[in-house]
């Protein structure tokens, strides 16, 4: 509600600020009104020019529509948790909640997979996966120069929520914030410069999610709709730990997790300052061999699918049948002769 004011226009003025602050705040204040909507230019009336130029605006439109439309991530780029002082905390906060409630356990998510989303993107079949691991592996030297050879730590602090649907433990305030969302920047250009479908309308927040209402929807039939503040009322301000940031990984969200929670990893990349161990260093070696095979398998591939290879192939065929076919006529005539 806007307050009442002497003049009109100062009502209306005051009204309008309100409206204008309230829409920014919501997700869609990032998107081009006028590509989403359709909007183009007033046509010049008898401008031949002009209506080619609005015909071909219109289209892109239309393939920018469709293509948003369309877009589902399925993969993203991950941060893993792993500091046992913060996942232990977030298992407390869980369980507190849960004897709130019992039926909030389907809400939570499970022990394993907490992460911090570094961005979201649509792959849709094994060549757009490799894609995806050339660019995670070209983000690399990219993180690194952004973090000169300095810790990334993560100090998470406090709980909010994403419209009292997403449960998040909140990621404090300090000079980590700037290299962090840097380099979901820098991952955001890179992974569409290969042409990824990736990211979102939304600007880049980084949160740790411990319960998400999507996760048990039945539960809007027993009354229970959103996420009540008093369920975590006690870890409001509550310090959960510190995560130095070494590793991003390229995860699924549809593929069966790994045994221990995490999700399916097609890739990853080590980074930042931590001690890495030898099993470290053997993955890291591994996945540099397996890399340099994928490409390697993928050369030939699109060496056999070259016109002239396969013109190639076929001529090579038919002359091999051809000296088949004579070699048979001759052994044929040869018995004959016996």
């Not at 969302?181 to 600007?203: D, M, Y």
């Not at 999700?263 to 030898?278: A, D, L, N, Q, W």
């Amino acid at each position: 509600m806007c307050d009442s004011a002497s003049g009109e226009e100062e009502v209306t003025g005051d009204c309008a600020a309100s409206t204008v602050d309230s829409l920014i705040s919501l997700p869609f204040a990032t998107i081009d009104i006028e590509d989403a909507c359709g909007v183009t230019d007033v046509p010049q009336i008898n401008s031949k020019r002009s209506k080619e130029k609005d015909s071909i605006k219109s289209k892109q439109i239309k393939k920018r529509k469709k293509k948003h439309k369309d877009y589902q991530p399925n993969y993203f780029l991950s941060i893993p948790i792993t500091n046992k002082k913060i996942t232990g905390g977030i298992k407390t906060l869980q369980s507190s909640i849960i004897q709130q409630d019992k039926r909030l356990a389907k809400a939570m998510v499970g022990d394993g997979s907490f992460h911090v989303t570094l961005l979201v993107m649509q792959l849709l079949n094994e060549d757009e996966v490799n894609i995806g691991v050339d660019a995670l592996l070209q983000l690399k030297p990219s993180v690194d120069d952004v973090l000169r050879g300095r810790c990334l730590t993560l100090p998470f602090q406090g709980i909010d929520t994403f419209g009292n649907q997403v449960g998040f433990v909140k990621l404090a305030d300090g000079d980590h914030i700037s290299p962090l969302v840097e380099i979901a920047e820098i991952a955001k250009r890179t992974f569409q410069e290969k042409g990824i479908l990736a990211a979102e309308s939304r600007s880049y927040k980084p949160h740790l999610t411990f319960m998400k209402m999507s996760r048990a929807p039945w539960l809007r039939k027993h009354g229970v709709k959103t996420i009540d503040p008093k369920w975590y009322e006690k870890f409001i301000n509550h310090r959960f730990g510190e995560e130095t940031v070494y590793r991003i990984d390229l995860c699924s969200m549809e593929k069966k997790k790994q045994s221990n929670g995490y999700y399916h990893c097609e890739s990853s990349i080590v980074v930042g300052k931590k001690p890495i161990g030898t099993q470290d260093l053997i993955k890291e070696a591994l996945e540099r061999e397996r890399m340099g095979l994928k490409s390697k398998v993928k050369q030939i591939k699109e060496l056999l699918l070259m016109p002239e290879t396969q013109a190639k192939i076929r001529r090579e065929l038919f002359e091999g049948r051809l000296i088949n076919s004579n070699q048979a006529n001759n052994a044929d005539f040869s018995a004959t002769l016996i």
